[in-house]
């Protein structure tokens, strides 16, 4: 769409978009968060995420996130929510990402909704610095682990169609 056919049609977006962050910035932002720890190997930028948002939802929408890994897209959302004022809600979903070799590692927990609690209650950055909250909350559940053995069904052709 051309910038004279918009009229308030909704927003418009250029092709390009060189300012909204990289994986370094988005690597160094996370670091701040964690006290220098180096949490997640591949986050995304919040600005990057935020810009998409800004786009694609109004300040009512529900954001949901299949891959929450280091919890960038709830960080938009909250940010978001304290500059324009708006009411977006987020759902996260995540798996453990544990391993054989690292049976205790949650991803989740450890990562996503740590980080989510230090960004909306507030938190000192690796320079010493107060960063104030965003405000808001979220609720952590947890899903039960249901071995695969189990999931086995037995419908027929029928029975799924109906389900659908």
């Known amino acids: 769409r051309f910038l004279f056919e ?3 049609k909704g927003k418009n977006i250029f092709t390009i978009w060189n300012d909204v962050g990289t994986a370094t910035e988005a690597t160094k932002e996370l670091m701040a968060i964690f006290d220098g720890e180096k949490m997640f190997n591949t986050p995304k930028p ?4 935020e810009r998409i948002l800004s786009v694609a939802t109004d300040k009512e929408a529900w954001v949901l996130d299949f891959f929450a890994g280091s919890g960038t897209t709830a960080h938009a959302v909250a940010k978001l929510n304290a500059e324009d004022g708006g009411h977006r809600r987020f759902i996260l979903i995540s798996n453990t990402e544990a391993t054989q070799a690292q049976p205790d590692k949650n991803l989740c927990r450890d990562v996503c909704a740590e980080r989510l609690r230090r960004v909306l209650s507030g938190y000192t950055n690796t320079k010493g610095q107060a960063v104030a909250g965003l405000g808001g909350g979220f609720a952590y559940l947890r899903a039960r682990r249901i071995p695969r053995h189990r999931l086995t069904m037995k419908l027929d052709h029928a ?4 389900a659908l």
């Not at 919040?46 to 995420?49: G, K, R, T, Y």
């Open 6 to 8: 918009a009229a308030g």
């Open 46 to 49: 919040v600005s990057l995420i």
């Open 159 to 162: 029975e799924v169609w109906h």
